[in-house]
């Protein structure tokens, strides 16, 4: 029998049991329990064979709940939060001693986030705490966008998806932490750089790659397809290096017009919400036809492209 269901009231008891839900969000799927249960925490990271290091962003259904979850709040945050919540954005504040070590791999910070998703916005609404919830895939593989997706890799694992359609963002959201009390970017995603610099101004860059990172999704290989994947601007250039293979092509906009190729083109209509909300999915499609190779096309370095460029390129044996 399918695990995937719209019960809301069955994850709130499955929630209250101190077990696991996936949960449906605007960026990617989340594996989600009550982050005051050890229990629910600890099969989140046992599920995911997720390493205890890497800490747990926080999901909340309100700003207002952000007083419960941190100490201190930032002017430069609390625009930002007023401007992008519910959104696909995550804050990386001081954190309140209420919130368990487990969550936050033993910093002094936790990740916070208020999910624009109607699905999820109720059930937070109806559950007297919190939840947890990193992407819902195995640590390391491409992040759910369907609810099938978390279901082919969690079917015997966990007892519920909670149905909420496919992410019409598609990648994970953008992390912000602060140092005396700046913003900085601790991960690109789904929110882009140019829309939080209208609210707060030039702001750098940390999307680190090195194996301790400030947010360790940002592990130089993840959010990897098991097909060796490359990542080139010239995509028909590379096709022609791997003559006689079996090749899957993911392009912009354009197509190659090569029948010998599989090929998906994110967006024909040029438009980068299009193309990130359909990514993973495209990566999960292909991946799962037995190719020798998959050819993906650099995007361009702005808004949502550099976000995009970010996730193929940890996606890829890049060139
Ligand atoms: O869009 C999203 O953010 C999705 C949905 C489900 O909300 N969640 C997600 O979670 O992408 P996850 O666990 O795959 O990525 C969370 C990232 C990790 O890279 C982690 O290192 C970082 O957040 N993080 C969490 N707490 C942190 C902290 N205190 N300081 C720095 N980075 C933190
Ligand atoms: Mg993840």
């Known amino acids: 029998m399918s695990i995937i269901s719209k019960d809301i009231q069955k994850a709130i008891q499955l929630l209250t049991d101190e077990q696991l839900v996936a949960i449906p969000t ?7 329990g009550n982050i005051f249960s050890e229990k629910a925490i600890k099969s989140i990271f046992s599920t995911k064979k997720r390493p205890f290091f890497n800490p747990l962003i926080v999901h909340v259904p309100s700003v207002s709940s952000l007083e419960n979850i941190v100490t201190h709040i930032p002017k430069k945050a609390k625009l930002l939060a007023d401007a992008f919540w519910p959104g696909s954005m995550t804050m990386v504040l001081k954190k309140s001693s209420k919130i368990p070590d487990l969550i936050t791999a033993g910093k002094d910070t936790v990740a916070v986030r208020v999910p624009n998703h109607k699905v999820t916005l109720e059930l937070l609404k109806q559950l007297p705490f919190p939840l947890a919830a990193p992407s819902a895939n195995p640590f390391g593989s491409i992040s759910p966008t ?32 602060f140092e ?140």
């Not at 605007?26 to 989600?32: N, Q, R």
């Not at 998806?161 to 963002?169: A, F, K, P, R």
């Not at 438009?271 to 999960?284: E, F, N, R």
Request: proline content about 3%; hydrophobic content about 35%.
């Open 26 to 32: 605007e960026t990617v799927y989340g594996l989600a």
């Open 146 to 177: 369907k609810p099938t997706h978390v279901e082919s890799y969690f079917k015997d694992d966990i007892k519920m998806v909670l149905d909420g359609g496919s992410c019409t963002n598609g990648i994970e959201s953008t992390i912000i932490g």
């Open 180 to 319: 005396n009390d700046e913003p900085i970017i601790y991960r690109l995603g789904a929110l882009a750089l140019e829309d939080i610099e209208a609210v707060v101004g030039k702001i750098s860059i940390k999307n680190k790659k090195e194996v301790s990172p400030d947010a360790p999704g940002m592990l130089a290989r993840h959010y990897a397809p098991s097909t060796k994947t490359f990542l080139v601007d010239d995509v028909a250039l590379e096709v022609t290096k791997h003559q006689g293979k079996k090749i899957g092509v993911l392009v912009f906009n354009q197509s190659l017009n090569n029948d010998s190729l599989t090929e998906i083109i994110l967006s024909e209509e040029k438009s980068m919400q299009k193309a990130a909300s359909k990514l993973y999915d495209s990566l999960h499609e292909l991946d799962h036809l037995n190719l020798d190779v998959i050819i993906a096309e650099r995007f361009p370095d702005n808004g949502l492209g550099k976000s995009i460029n970010d996730r193929l390129q940890r996606a890829t044996f890049s060139l």
